[in-house]
């Protein structure tokens, strides 16, 4: 093999080495269901790229022809079923199942038709197969995609990578010592990517089961819809924020919502908490380093900054009130089994309040007085005011500017 074509499937290996051993990871944490489907990402593109390109102690062959055959059949049902996990929330749980059957029945019969033919017509079905198979999963995830799901693309640049590296190690298997550097260089580098996006998605799964985990282990004082420290929890983490420095400078952002209810009114409580979720996700993106987040009653965040520099204050929320106010496509049904999913387009009626807390004793009084300027933020144009009391005098903040956000 040439050099540069083996630095490429050098690099692969390497990638799913990672793979391997973030799924060895999971594992040791509990998280067993979730290690296996990184094992399966894992392990599986591995097995076709030795035994496609060639990689395998098997001389003879026909046996390498009939180990391909199996490879194909077997490694597409599992990685089908893998990603039809992946897929679960855009059908309802009894069609998943019918699929599931259908997938296992459809691939028994390609193995056991291809054993009724010589070894490499056997071959050609199995590859059939396995480019039918990735082609119906990348026109459903692509019909989700469309519809506005964006893990649905996640889907589908995974799918048309694998699809790729498929035709890639076919077209190598077949011509041998024939092959031009770029198909290797191609179809290494479309392994990598398929592995990659799969680490995503499985990353995305680790990091929810982390979170159900935090919500078990801490109970009401965890918001499992938002992922952050409860309003119940709220005095306890300023508490905990001024231990760590009490004669620190403490910078009080508060943000409130104004028509979260109204949604909850108009599309019941499932379009309520897919609006509450996505905010926090665009807070904790938005919010700097360092910064202690939390909810603040109903309709309300929390952000705690170490720092007495207002401007500096009025910065972080103008780039928070950038990152709310963005439209959310948000999902009205509770669950699949209610029927479709209505969409309907959302955006946040956002009020951002800023002050400085002094000392111990006005941590509290800072939270309280950021809350009550968060409200009255929705009076003014900007959305953000800036105030070092209740009653003193008001300063309104000007928006971020288009090329800062």
Known sequence: MDPLAAAFWGGFFTVATFMLAAAVGAAARGFRVLAAAGVTYSVVPALFVLAYVGLLPLRDQSVLTRWLIHLNVLGTVVLML??????????????DQRLQVALLLAGAV?????WLLPAREGLWLATAYATLQCLWVAAAALRKALRGNPIAWLSVGGVSLALTSLVGMVWIHTHGGRVPVAVHGLTATACIGYVTVMGWTMWMRYS???DLRQVMAQGPSFDPVTRLPSHAQAGRLVGRFL???????????????????????????????????????????????????????????????????????????????????????????????????????????????????????????????????????????????????????????????????
Request: proline share 5%; aromatic share 4%; net charge positive.
């Open 82 to 95: 893998q990603l039809m996990l992946v897929l679960r929330s855009y059908r309802k749980p009894i069609t």
């Open 243 to 405: 231990r760590a420095g009490p004669s620190m400078p403490l910078g009080v952002v508060a943000v409130s919502v104004a028509n979260l209810g109204a949604l909850e009114s108009l599309h019941g409580r499932a379009a309520y908490n897919h609006a509450l979720y996505i905010c926090a996700v665009r807070l904790r993106r938005a919010a700097p380093l360092g910064s202690e987040l939390g909810r603040l009653g109903d309709d309300g965040f929390l952000v705690l900054m170490r720092t007495d520099d207002p401007a500096l204050l009025k910065h972080i929320a103008a780039r928070v009130l950038r990152a709310l106010t963005q439209p959310v496509h948000v999902d009205t049904a509770a669950s699949d089994t209610e029927g479709a999913t209505v969409a309907t387009d959302w955006v946040a009626e956002a009020g951002i309040g800023i002050t400085l807390g002094k000392g111990r004793d006005g941590a509290g009084a800072a939270v309280a007085t950021a809350r009550a300027l968060s409200r009255a933020a929705f009076a003014t144009p900007s959305r953000i005011v800036f105030g070092e009391t209740r009653e003193g005098p008001l300063e309104e903040v000007k928006p971020l500017p288009t090329a800062e956000a």
């Open 110 to 114: 390609v193995l056991g038709v291809s």
């Open 208 to 210: 929810h089961a982390l």
